[in-house]
């Protein structure tokens, strides 16, 4: 079933799961392992990043280095169709614009298609660490919104090769990343919000937020969209905190404020269970509020750690 189908159908705030593909060479188990003990609250779909290849240095004989493109996280697509096959319920998953021609990217479309899944979350990926910029493959695309428009195309029956005759369309509901701190390469918060509204100009049915922890910031990019013409549901993405390191790593990596309140109760924490839990009740608190202010579902990025989102959802619903 679609995403929009769920948003629409839905009496109560739905919620939603993250997680990520297992290192190459891990069993599919710890996938399951950290699914089982959330299937209990029905999440209404499950997402699943993809992550690009990255280039290693690989020490070879007489000190030569070897420089080697790997993928450290294989698997998103089989992943989806594990998750429902065993779950029964919609998986998501992530595709990008970097390292993708357009057609190894309706490639992998028909792949999804074949396999029953009826959502992708469209971005345009991030650049790889021996990249200053983002850097599109060559023959792909370079913004997000020209992924959406390619899938809109395919859901026409618009096949990449144009001599297709006959081409089945596919049907599938395209959601997109929005930043309620603005992306980190955007000038302004107001021209990062024209590129969204032209992803959702362009076939977006929804858009799922990078995560944040000051609610405020959440509501002001949501009435933000309202006033610029983005009427699609916003849905918010939550990650509890669970360690002192991520104050550094989450706002350096997301580009994103952690409020101080959060900052001084995780400095006053003696070790990581006692940040864990305050991690835990900030985003009981969030949800919360959010629910609220009215969001038509709350996203928990788990990435594979269960245990917070458990007691964060368990309080909650
Ligand atoms: P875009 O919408 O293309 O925007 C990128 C930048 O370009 C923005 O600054 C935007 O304002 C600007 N821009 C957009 N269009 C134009 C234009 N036409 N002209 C000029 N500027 C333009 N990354 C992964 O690699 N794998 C994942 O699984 C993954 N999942 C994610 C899930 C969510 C919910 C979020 C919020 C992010 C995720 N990311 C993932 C990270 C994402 O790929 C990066 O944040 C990336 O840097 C931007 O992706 P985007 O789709 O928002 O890009």
Known sequence: MKVIEHLNQAKKPLISFEILPPLKGKSIQSIYDSIDPLMEFKPSFINVTYHREEFVYKKREKGYLEKISIKKRPGTVGICAAIMN???????????????????????????????????????????????????????????????????????????????????????????????????????????????????????????????????????????CREAGINVPIIPGLKPISNKNQLLSLSKFFHIDIPDDLVEAIEACKNDNAVRQVGIEWAIEQSKDLIDFGVPCIHYYTMGKSISTREIVKAIY
């Open 86 to 224: 065993k779950y029964q319920v919609d998986a998501i998953p992530h595709i990008i614009c970097g390292g993708f021609t357009k057609e190894e990217t309706e490639n992998a479309l028909i792949d999804l298609n074949f396999l029953g899944i009826d959502n992708v979350l469209a971005l345009r990926g991030d650049p790889i660490k021996t990249e200053t910029n983002f850097v599109p493959e060559e023959g792909g695309h370079a913004y997000a919104v020209d992924l959406v428009k390619q899938i809109v195309g395919l859901n026409k029956g618009e096949y990449f090769d144009e001599d297709l005759l006959n081409a089945t369309p596919t049907d599938f509901c395209i959601g997109v990343a929005g930043y309620p701190e603005k992306h980190f390469e955007s000038p302004s918060f107001k021209n990062d919000l024209k590129h969204l509204k032209q992803k959702v100009d362009a076939g977006a049915e929804y858009i799922t937020t990078q995560l944040f922890y000051d609610n405020e910031k959440f509501k002001s990019f949501v009435i933000a």
